[in-house]
């Protein structure tokens, strides 16, 4: 089992067998994050629940941010 991540917009997540998911948006009512809304490598959206989301054994595979900083460097 991976060690938990938390979802974050923007960022790239990968399962055990390498399928690539993106967190597009969080949903969050009263305060919490109820609901994340996922997108695959080609484009399929869905959404699911927290509950969902730690079920989900997923990894950070590579932060937008990071992506970024590399670009204007170049």
Known sequence: MFLQQQPMP????SNFSGQ?????AM???SGECRRIVLEDIRG???TIDTG????MDL???SPVVEQQH???DR
């Open 44 to 46: 399929k959206r869905d």
């Open 27 to 29: 949903l969050f009512i």
């Open 52 to 55: 969902d989301w730690k079920g």
């Open 70 to 72: 590399v670009a204007r």
């Open 10 to 13: 923007g960022y790239w997540y």
């Open 59 to 61: 990894v950070l595979h």
């Open 20 to 24: 690539l998911i993106q967190v597009r």
